[in-house]
């Protein structure tokens, strides 16, 4: 799997040739960021938002799926030393924020969420190389899915709070 980004890559920058009216991954509040919030979030630089889509000719290609992508920080009290080496005591570590992650209904089960899962954390490992981040947080919407970002290595740090250090995120496209 090399999802890097390329002039081909199904994976865009959320963008006006984008349909999002259809999309509908089950959860509201991914839905709803989606067509409400994602012009703004984009433009004012609170997230990148990046979508999946159809390939279908013309304008208006439908979303498949997206992600978004943000700077944060965790604090490192409670957080298990080995995982943010390097970190100094006392100070918050710095991460990338999956925010959020939704795949159509009508295309989950088929490898989308995967696709793009490392898309975003091999985006991230990238990043890495520019700016200081020891790894990928996320809140999980629920034990369910919780489990499914385990079996990527993901571990949990709070009640929904997850994280995988840039060193397994590393591991996996090696
Ligand atoms: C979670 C989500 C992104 C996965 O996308 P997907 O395209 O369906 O996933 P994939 O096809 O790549 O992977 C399918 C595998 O993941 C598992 N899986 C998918 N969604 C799951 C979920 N919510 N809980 C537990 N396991 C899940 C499936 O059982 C399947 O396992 P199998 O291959 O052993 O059968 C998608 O189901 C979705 O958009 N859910 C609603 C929004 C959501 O919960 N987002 C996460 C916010 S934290």
């Not at 390939?55 to 978004?68: A, C, E, F, S």
């Not at 009290?77 to 006392?90: M, N, Q």
């Not at 490898?111 to 190389?129: I, Q, T, V, W, Y």
């Not at 571990?155 to 397994?168: H, Y």
Request: charged share 25%; glycine share 10%.
């Amino acid at each position: 799997m090399n999802p890097v980004e390329e002039k081909e890559s199904p994976v865009q920058k959320y963008g006006s040739d984008q349909d999002t009216d259809y999309f509908d991954c089950g959860e509201d509040s991914i839905n709803s960021f989606l067509k409400k919030n994602a012009v703004v979030n984009q433009k004012r630089g609170v997230s990148q938002i990046f979508c999946l889509r159809e390939n279908v000719d013309g304008v208006g290609k439908p979303v498949i799926g997206y992600y978004t992508l943000s700077a944060a920080a965790i604090p490192s009290s409670g957080v298990d030393r080995e995982i943010i080496k390097g970190v100094p005591l006392g100070y918050d570590a710095p991460v990338i924020l999956l925010g959020r992650i939704g795949i159509d209904k009508r295309h989950q089960g088929k490898g989308h969420g995967e696709f793009l899962l490392m898309d975003a954390l091999e985006r991230a490992m990238n990043a890495s190389n520019d700016l200081g981040v020891v790894g990928v947080v996320l809140d999980a919407l629920n034990e369910d899915v919780a489990s499914w970002y385990q079996s990527y290595g993901f571990i949990t740090l709070d009640e929904s709070k997850m994280f995988i250090p840039m060193k397994a995120i590393k591991a996996l496209f090696r």
